[in-house]
Protein backbone atom coordinates (compact mmCIF):
# COMPACT_ATOMS: atom_id res chain seq x y z
CA UNK A 1 0.00 0.00 0.00
CA UNK A 2 2.07 3.66 -1.26
CA UNK A 3 2.33 6.40 1.67
CA UNK A 4 -0.62 8.68 -0.22
CA UNK A 5 -3.65 5.74 0.04
CA UNK A 6 -2.33 4.82 3.78
CA UNK A 7 -2.86 9.02 4.23
CA UNK A 8 -6.13 9.47 2.61
CA UNK A 9 -7.76 6.76 4.37
CA UNK A 10 -6.37 8.21 7.42
CA UNK A 11 -7.64 11.92 6.86
CA UNK A 12 -11.26 10.13 5.92
CA UNK A 13 -11.42 8.38 9.72
CA UNK A 14 -10.24 11.24 11.05
CA UNK A 15 -13.09 13.42 9.30
CA UNK A 16 -15.72 10.30 9.66
CA UNK A 17 -14.85 10.10 13.39
CA UNK A 18 -14.95 14.04 14.01
CA UNK A 19 -18.27 14.45 11.95
CA UNK A 20 -19.82 11.15 13.98
CA UNK A 21 -18.07 11.22 17.28
CA UNK A 22 -16.31 15.07 17.86
CA UNK A 23 -13.46 13.53 16.82
CA UNK A 24 -13.44 10.97 19.70
CA UNK A 25 -11.61 7.24 19.01
CA UNK A 26 -12.74 6.33 22.09
CA UNK A 27 -16.03 7.07 21.88
CA UNK A 28 -16.15 5.32 18.30
CA UNK A 29 -14.27 2.47 19.24
CA UNK A 30 -17.11 2.02 22.03
CA UNK A 31 -20.39 2.26 20.10
CA UNK A 32 -19.29 -0.69 18.11
CA UNK A 33 -17.50 -2.70 20.80
CA UNK A 34 -14.37 -2.66 19.36
CA UNK A 35 -10.89 -1.94 20.34
CA UNK A 36 -9.28 1.05 20.16
CA UNK A 37 -5.44 0.50 20.08
CA UNK A 38 -5.36 -0.58 16.42
CA UNK A 39 -6.58 2.59 15.48
CA UNK A 40 -4.31 4.60 17.61
CA UNK A 41 -1.58 2.68 16.09
CA UNK A 42 -2.60 3.70 12.76
CA UNK A 43 -2.81 7.26 13.57
CA UNK A 44 0.64 7.64 15.31
CA UNK A 45 2.23 5.78 12.53
CA UNK A 46 3.29 2.95 14.13
CA UNK A 47 1.08 0.88 11.91
CA UNK A 48 -0.42 0.87 8.03
CA UNK A 49 -3.95 1.43 7.45
CA UNK A 50 -4.81 -1.89 5.57
CA UNK A 51 -7.39 -3.06 3.61
CA UNK A 52 -9.18 -5.34 6.21
CA UNK A 53 -9.61 -2.23 8.65
CA UNK A 54 -10.64 0.04 5.83
CA UNK A 55 -13.33 -2.00 4.93
CA UNK A 56 -14.55 -2.57 8.80
CA UNK A 57 -14.80 1.27 8.94
CA UNK A 58 -16.69 1.36 5.64
CA UNK A 59 -19.11 -1.44 6.83
CA UNK A 60 -19.19 0.41 10.37
CA UNK A 61 -19.93 3.75 8.72
CA UNK A 62 -22.39 2.64 6.01
CA UNK A 63 -19.85 3.61 3.01
CA UNK A 64 -19.89 2.35 -0.71
CA UNK A 65 -17.05 -0.06 -1.24
CA UNK A 66 -13.90 1.62 -1.65
CA UNK A 67 -15.32 5.26 -0.76
CA UNK A 68 -12.36 5.62 2.27
CA UNK A 69 -9.65 5.63 -0.59
CA UNK A 70 -11.17 8.37 -2.44
CA UNK A 71 -9.90 12.04 -1.60
CA UNK A 72 -12.48 14.07 -0.21
CA UNK A 73 -14.57 11.28 -0.96
CA UNK A 74 -18.09 12.19 0.50
CA UNK A 75 -17.92 14.43 -2.52
CA UNK A 76 -17.37 12.00 -5.33
CA UNK A 77 -19.50 9.06 -4.63
CA UNK A 78 -22.26 10.82 -4.67
CA UNK A 79 -22.26 10.32 -8.60
CA UNK A 80 -20.53 7.39 -8.46
CA UNK A 81 -21.77 3.85 -7.63
CA UNK A 82 -19.68 0.98 -7.04
CA UNK A 83 -21.03 -2.27 -8.76
CA UNK A 84 -19.70 -5.32 -7.53
CA UNK A 85 -17.76 -8.05 -9.79
CA UNK A 86 -18.30 -11.69 -9.10
CA UNK A 87 -15.30 -14.17 -9.43
CA UNK A 88 -17.81 -16.33 -11.62
CA UNK A 89 -17.13 -15.78 -15.33
CA UNK A 90 -19.96 -15.86 -18.18
CA UNK A 91 -19.17 -18.62 -20.03
CA UNK A 92 -19.64 -17.97 -23.91
CA UNK A 93 -19.09 -21.74 -24.68
CA UNK A 94 -19.88 -24.84 -23.30
CA UNK A 95 -20.32 -23.64 -19.54
CA UNK A 96 -18.54 -22.38 -16.48
CA UNK A 97 -19.73 -24.62 -13.60
CA UNK A 98 -20.73 -22.05 -10.51
CA UNK A 99 -17.98 -23.37 -7.93
CA UNK A 100 -18.56 -19.98 -6.40
CA UNK A 101 -19.94 -16.40 -6.04
CA UNK A 102 -17.41 -14.40 -4.29
CA UNK A 103 -17.12 -10.48 -5.08
CA UNK A 104 -13.65 -10.17 -6.36
CA UNK A 105 -14.01 -6.11 -6.86
CA UNK A 106 -16.08 -3.01 -7.51
CA UNK A 107 -16.35 -0.87 -10.46
CA UNK A 108 -16.41 2.51 -10.74
CA UNK A 109 -20.06 3.65 -13.01
CA UNK A 110 -21.20 6.87 -13.42
CA UNK A 111 -24.52 7.00 -11.29
CA UNK A 112 -26.16 9.59 -13.81
CA UNK A 113 -25.97 6.53 -16.41
CA UNK A 114 -27.45 4.57 -14.05
CA UNK A 115 -30.58 6.88 -14.08
CA UNK A 116 -30.34 7.39 -17.87
CA UNK A 117 -30.49 3.80 -18.30
CA UNK A 118 -33.30 3.71 -15.75
CA UNK A 119 -31.32 0.61 -13.85
CA UNK A 120 -31.35 0.47 -10.44
CA UNK A 121 -27.77 0.01 -9.09
CA UNK A 122 -29.06 -2.56 -6.12
CA UNK A 123 -29.59 -4.94 -9.51
CA UNK A 124 -26.47 -4.74 -11.32
CA UNK A 125 -23.64 -6.49 -10.97
CA UNK A 126 -20.75 -7.19 -13.33
CA UNK A 127 -19.43 -10.65 -14.71
CA UNK A 128 -16.26 -11.46 -17.26
CA UNK A 129 -17.02 -12.98 -20.46
CA UNK A 130 -15.12 -16.77 -21.23
CA UNK A 131 -15.12 -18.13 -24.30
CA UNK A 132 -15.86 -17.35 -28.20
CA UNK A 133 -19.15 -17.99 -29.17
CA UNK A 134 -20.38 -14.66 -28.67
CA UNK A 135 -17.91 -13.01 -31.04
CA UNK A 136 -18.10 -11.05 -32.43
CA UNK A 137 -20.60 -9.19 -30.83
CA UNK A 138 -18.44 -10.11 -26.93
CA UNK A 139 -14.88 -11.88 -26.71
CA UNK A 140 -13.36 -13.22 -24.19
CA UNK A 141 -12.24 -11.34 -21.22
CA UNK A 142 -14.55 -8.44 -21.92
CA UNK A 143 -16.86 -7.14 -19.03
CA UNK A 144 -20.50 -7.45 -18.84
CA UNK A 145 -23.06 -5.24 -16.69
CA UNK A 146 -26.35 -7.84 -15.97
CA UNK A 147 -29.05 -6.23 -14.67
CA UNK A 148 -31.08 -9.08 -12.16
CA UNK A 149 -33.99 -7.50 -12.14
CA UNK A 150 -34.59 -8.15 -15.89
CA UNK A 151 -35.08 -11.94 -16.12
CA UNK A 152 -38.36 -11.27 -18.47
CA UNK A 153 -36.93 -12.98 -22.00
CA UNK A 154 -37.33 -10.49 -24.62
CA UNK A 155 -36.27 -11.99 -28.38
CA UNK A 156 -32.80 -11.20 -29.49
CA UNK A 157 -31.76 -9.88 -26.45
CA UNK A 158 -28.47 -11.22 -24.43
CA UNK A 159 -29.15 -13.02 -20.84
CA UNK A 160 -27.03 -14.15 -18.28
CA UNK A 161 -28.49 -18.15 -17.56
CA UNK A 162 -27.64 -20.83 -15.31
CA UNK A 163 -28.52 -24.39 -16.58
CA UNK A 164 -27.40 -27.27 -13.98
CA UNK A 165 -25.43 -25.10 -12.00
CA UNK A 166 -23.49 -23.91 -15.17
CA UNK A 167 -23.84 -20.60 -16.39
CA UNK A 168 -23.33 -19.56 -19.54
CA UNK A 169 -24.10 -15.76 -22.01
CA UNK A 170 -26.65 -16.12 -24.97
CA UNK A 171 -29.08 -14.69 -27.47
CA UNK A 172 -32.30 -15.85 -25.93
CA UNK A 173 -35.42 -16.58 -27.97
CA UNK A 174 -38.83 -17.88 -27.08
CA UNK A 175 -40.08 -20.77 -29.55
CA UNK A 176 -43.28 -19.51 -31.50
CA UNK A 177 -46.42 -21.96 -30.14
CA UNK A 178 -44.33 -24.12 -27.26
CA UNK A 179 -43.20 -20.35 -25.83
CA UNK A 180 -40.02 -23.08 -24.79
CA UNK A 181 -36.60 -21.07 -24.91
CA UNK A 182 -33.51 -21.17 -27.45
CA UNK A 183 -30.27 -19.84 -26.51
CA UNK A 184 -28.43 -18.88 -29.36
CA UNK A 185 -24.60 -18.06 -29.90
CA UNK A 186 -23.49 -15.08 -32.25
CA UNK A 187 -20.62 -17.72 -33.29
CA UNK A 188 -22.11 -19.99 -35.63
CA UNK A 189 -19.88 -23.28 -34.70
CA UNK A 190 -21.74 -23.08 -31.19
CA UNK A 191 -25.08 -25.09 -32.02
CA UNK A 192 -28.34 -23.38 -30.42
CA UNK A 193 -29.83 -24.63 -27.34
CA UNK A 194 -33.36 -25.49 -26.42
CA UNK A 195 -35.12 -25.41 -22.67
CA UNK A 196 -38.07 -26.34 -21.13
CA UNK A 197 -39.37 -27.21 -18.09
CA UNK A 198 -36.63 -29.56 -17.03
CA UNK A 199 -33.96 -27.94 -17.90
CA UNK A 200 -33.67 -25.81 -14.79
CA UNK A 201 -32.76 -23.05 -16.45
CA UNK A 202 -32.88 -19.84 -14.40
CA UNK A 203 -32.40 -16.47 -15.59
CA UNK A 204 -29.60 -14.37 -13.80
CA UNK A 205 -30.50 -11.11 -15.39
CA UNK A 206 -30.35 -9.32 -18.95
CA UNK A 207 -26.99 -8.07 -20.04
CA UNK A 208 -27.29 -4.41 -20.45
CA UNK A 209 -23.98 -3.00 -20.62
CA UNK A 210 -20.63 -4.00 -22.61
CA UNK A 211 -18.07 -1.88 -20.37
CA UNK A 212 -17.77 1.10 -22.84
CA UNK A 213 -21.09 -0.09 -24.53
CA UNK A 214 -24.69 -0.19 -24.39
CA UNK A 215 -26.24 -3.47 -25.65
Not at 161 to 174: T, W
Request: charged share 25%.
Amino acid sequence: MSDRVNAIRVNNFLRLVEEHFEGSVNAFAKKYSISPTPYYMILNGTRQFGSKVAKTVEQLFKLQPGQLDVEDGANEYETVAQIPVYANRLSAGNGNTIFEQDIVRHHAVDRNDIKIFGWKEENLCIFEVQGDSMTPELHDGQKVIVDTAQIEILDNRIYAISVHNDIFIKKMFKELGSGKLIARSENTAYPEKHFNGDDELRVIGRVVYLLGKLL
